[in-house]
């Protein structure tokens, strides 16, 4: 049974690395800093495993002892399932360094199984070898099958687990996993360990009970193949009406929908992608990278009659969610493309009046592949000659919150001849954290920055007028270290 114990526990521990993503994501994003705290924490939490684990099978090579490690490491599962809310929760609160709090986090959550899974498979060795001559074959062979399951949980929790089971219901699976492995490395104290596995049956009977009951009030948790979602319903403050709320990431809200009134616009942002109707009165074709819950999309049908849009939202699963809670139908003049941004800009061959840009990861930063010389490049391709492009950026604009926004700024205008920023909240701060709207003009004829339509004329009123600081180069695909800049938004 060695050599199906071992297989187990690597399975489990690249299982327990990917879920760790989606936990840590509504907390604390899934940055580059996320991932190398949860690969660089866990690597050595193994290798401390390994380290430790072979010298205790050196002193006591017991078939009780490698039971009782693999038990352990269950109930270390099940305790990040009951505790990774308070635990998230309170680093959340604490506020400093993104690279602080997500090393903290994948230690206090994630390290102690990782060591005892660690600990698995030098014990293993230890148990199969009965002779030196054979040593070297019996290392590399449980090594192997280690791995071998090492890359299948990879691609089982990457391609089908995490997409179809919740995190929380994925880690309490794993700790009755391994409760029934530890059945299979020796039946000694079979009472505690059947006592064990009922416990986490228990455990995982009572969070589906949970899941239900939170999807009886409203809200979901739903773990797609790009992203962890939450939708609920809220309360807007100051006017009291209540919404419906997409979220796939700390400090904002991506999606949201008044419930007396599917398709007015609730986040104050949307409301500037009319700006598009500003600088192209005569648009006819428009293209919107990102759909969310497709809250512009919907006004833009309702409101432009003439317009045909075509969406590209890169998870299907989360155009579903937008049908399902956010009240998206079908329409003739939409188009819905399953496709990254990046890949549809450089496919597609048609040519559109306006171009509008709400792709965020669930840090809230543009992914960097759409930030780019390159990409922006490809958008002022797929331009008419007189388009206009609206672009939504969460970054302040002036200090080191908005190292990402002049960065960006910078490569719009390395591309385009007329490049306008809008912030949304607090037009005259620079230092304020916002949505900022970025305008880029195809045509280098000096455009209109006022208008005679009041409402248009309002937004009009928020253009950024001091200089930018010209301090960030132009993001490339070669460099664009736009998970640094993000870093400063914490």
């Known amino acids: ?19 760790g993503s989606r936990i840590l994501a509504p907390y604390l994003g899934t940055s580059i800093v996320v991932w190398t705290s949860l690969i660089g924490v866990i690597l050595g939490c193994l290798s401390l495993g390994y ?5 205790i099978a050196d002193r006591r090579p017991d078939y009780r002892i490698l039971s009782r490690l693999i038990l352990v490491s269950g109930f270390f599962v099940a305790a990040v399932a009951l505790s990774k809310s308070f635990i998230l929760g309170a680093l959340e609160e604490y506020g400093g360094s993104i690279h602080v709090a997500a090393t903290a986090a994948t230690l206090l959550l994630f390290a102690p199984p990782s060591v005892l899974l660690g600990m698995v498979s030098p014990y293993a060795v230890r148990l199969k070898i009965s002779d030196v001559k054979n040593s070297g074959r019996t290392v590399g062979r449980l090594y192997a099958i280690s791995t071998v399951g090492s890359i299948f949980g990879t691609f089982f929790a990457g391609f089908f ?48 009970s949970y899941d239900a009951h939170l999807t009886s009030m409203g809200y979901h948790d739903i773990d797609t193949q790009y992203n962890r979602v939450l939708v609920y319903q809220s309360v807007e403050e100051g006017t009291g009406r209540m919404t419906q709320v997409m979220v796939t990431g700390p400090k904002a809200q991506q999606s949201a929908m008044y419930l007396d009134d599917p398709v007015d616009l609730a986040l104050p942002y949307t409301k500037f992608y009319n700006l598009a109707s500003h600088f192209k009165p005569e648009m006819k074709r428009v293209l ?32 579903m969610l937008a049908r399902k809670f956010f009240h998206l139908r079908d329409d003739q003049r939409l188009s819905i493309v399953h496709q990254d941004a990046r890949t549809f800009l450089n496919r597609t061959e048609q040519t559109y009046d306006v171009i509008l840009g709400d792709t965020f990861n669930s840090d809230y930063a543009v992914p960097f592949h759409v930030s780019t010389v390159e ?42 001849p007329q490049v306008y920023l809008y912030p949304v909240s607090y ?25 005679s339509d009041p409402e248009l004329d309002e937004l009009l009123r928020h253009r950024w007028l001091k200089p930018v600081a010209a301090d960030a180069p132009p993001l490339t695909d070669d460099y664009a270290p736009v998970d640094r800049y993000i870093t400063t938004l914490r």
Not at 51 to 55: L, P, S, V
Not at 427 to 451: C, Y
């Open 1 to 19: 049974m060695l050599e199906v114990i071992v297989f187990i526990c690597g399975a489990v521990v690249m299982i327990l690395e990917m879920v």
């Open 51 to 55: 380290w430790w684990g072979g010298r």
């Open 161 to 208: 687990l995490i997409a179809f089971v919740g995190s929380t219901n994925i880690l309490l699976v794993l700790s009755l996993l391994l409760a029934g492995t530890s059945l299979l490395a020796s039946s000694a104290n079979r009472k505690v360990k059947v006592a064990a596995v009922t416990l986490f049956s228990l455990l995982f009977v009572a969070a589906k």
């Open 288 to 319: 919107m990278l990102g759909g969310g819950g497709y809250s512009f999309p919907k006004y833009m049908l309702r409101h432009y009659p003439e317009v045909h849009m075509d969406v590209v939202e890169i998870d299907p699963q989360v155009t």
């Open 375 to 416: 990409t922006v490049s490809r958008i002022y391709d797929r331009l008419a000659d007189d388009g206009v492009v609206v672009v939504n950026i969460l970054a302040a604009i002036e200090g080191d919150k908005g190292r990402f926004l002049r960065a960006e700024y910078a490569t719009f205008k390395a591309v385009f």
């Open 427 to 451: 037009p005259k701060s620079g230092m304020s954290w916002q949505n900022v709207m970025l305008v880029a003009l195809k045509s280098s004829r000096p455009a209109p920055l006022t208008s």
